[in-house]
């Protein structure tokens, strides 16, 4: 998967959880997600990206930039 099929994967998450969809440059507060969404699409991307919770515990969503994200799925694609 490229950057971008992996953004629109992303991106269709966030509608789904009313978010706002977010470009490489946002950072991903940026989506407009409410906590429990937040919670919701982070969990949906780990389990579609394989990303394990000890790396989601390392995630700061505060300062979580959409290309780290994107980074971040394609290694988890990378490595298994």
Known sequence: M???EILSSINKIIISENGLPVQMSNLFIQSDLD???VLIVI????GEYN???E???ELD???LTVINLVNLCKS???NT
Do not use: P
């Open 51 to 53: 990303i394990s919770g």
């Open 61 to 63: 969503f505060s300062t």
């Open 35 to 37: 906590s429990l969404g």
């Open 55 to 57: 790396v989601l515990d």
């Open 76 to 78: 988890s694609i990378t």
């Open 43 to 46: 969990l949906d991307i780990a």
């Open 2 to 4: 490229n950057d971008q």
